[in-house]
C-alpha cells in the first residue's frame, strides 16, 4: 500500500487498517491532545468507536497505542471493521490523505503546547 510522508499504512487482516506516524513529542503530551475515549490506560492506551461520514452508519473499533522513546512519541491505529467491504470502502475514500492531514494538524497544534 502506498504510503504518504510520514504515515506508514498496513493493512495486517482482511478487516483492518493500521496507521503508524511518530511525533517530535513527549506521549503525554500528545495524549493529552485526544479526548472522549471508550477505553483509557493513561498515558499508553485508547479504544473508541469511529464513524466515517463517508460511510454512516457503519462504526469501526479504533484502538490507539502512543510508545515514546527518546522524546518522540510514535501512535499507531489500529481500525477493525465488521466487514472486508466496509474496510476497503474507508481505504478507498481517501483515508490516507485524511490520516496525514488530521496528523500534520495535531502535529501544528503539539508546537502550540510546548
Known amino acids: 500500500m502506498n504510503n504518504l510522508p510520514d504515515l ?3 493493512l495486517p487482516s482482511d478487516r483492518e487498517v493500521t496507521l503508524t506516524r511518530s511525533f517530535d513529542a513527549p506521549r503525554e503530551l500528545i495524549y493529552a491532545a485526544h479526548t472522549e475515549y471508550r477505553e483509557i490506560v493513561v498515558p499508553e492506551r485508547i479504544v473508541q468507536t469511529f464513524e466515517f461520514e463517508g460511510m454512516p452508519g457503519q462504526v469501526a473499533v479504533e484502538t490507539l497505542v502512543f510508545t515514546e ?3 518522540r512519541t510514535t501512535i499507531t491505529s489500529s481500525t477493525r471493521f465488521d466487514t472486508t467491504a466496509q474496510r ?14 488530521s496528523y500534520a494538524a495535531l502535529d501544528r497544534y503539539l508546537a502550540t503546547l510546548r
Open 8 to 10: 506508514t499504512i498496513d
Open 69 to 71: 522513546q527518546d522524546g
Open 88 to 101: 476497503d470502502g474507508m481505504i478507498d475514500s481517501g483515508m490516507a490523505q485524511g490520516a496525514a492531514e
